[in-house]
């Protein structure tokens, strides 16, 4: 592993490297700032010994050598990698560990051939994921009915997302589309949804929060199709991968 710990000199300083074991690929240990301007460092590694092949952590370490968060995946059916649990612990939210957790998870994805990446959310993280264009990926009609209606209608009349209830009234009443159709532009939906309230930053009020978890998706197709915001995010982590 190469490490240019001075970042006045090079756009990069953590070189991403990978070796190969058991036929999978496991990055080399990576150093990463989630800003040039914080005195946070973070060390991303990942670990293979207590599981392996069936299981990989994915750990973020402060300068000071404690493990501030983690992830568990495993490749499922050859093609998916499926994010088991994802934490960061206590007062380390919301200062960037999560996304260093996130293009190590992409990274791997990508460099093991894999075609998505697969979780459940919790509630709390679902605009967290959304903000990495994971969609979601419910398979359930009534599941995704009550998603949008819980998410999306409740706000019938505050005139704050007045074409996302629109559509989604016109969705819930449609009664000419198959159940798969249905389902497709149900999560599709749900996904612009959130993708609104992102950008406007209307998911930081607590009446736009997620009231329950489900199933989210990031397909290798879609990170190509927004290959410049993963490649601008591993730049602006310090991290020497380009998608």
Known sequence: MKINNNPQTSPYFGNLTFRKVNGIKLFEEFHCKPKRTDARDYFVRITSEECFPDELCIKVDNNNCSTIGACEVTIENKDTLFNENMEVFGRNKRHGAGTAIQLATIATMFENGLKKIKLYSLAEAVHFHSKFKFEPKITELSELEDAIT?????????G???????????????????????????NRILYEYLQRINASKLNEMDEFQTPLGFTMELTKKKILENKDFYNELFKKFNIDYQI
């Open 150 to 158: 819980r998410n999306i209608l409740i706000h019938d009349g505050d």
């Open 160 to 186: 704050m997302i007045d074409n996302a209830i629109i559509e989604a009234k016109e969705w819930l009443n449609n009664d000419r589309l198959s159940k798969k159709a249905k389902i497709t532009q149900g």
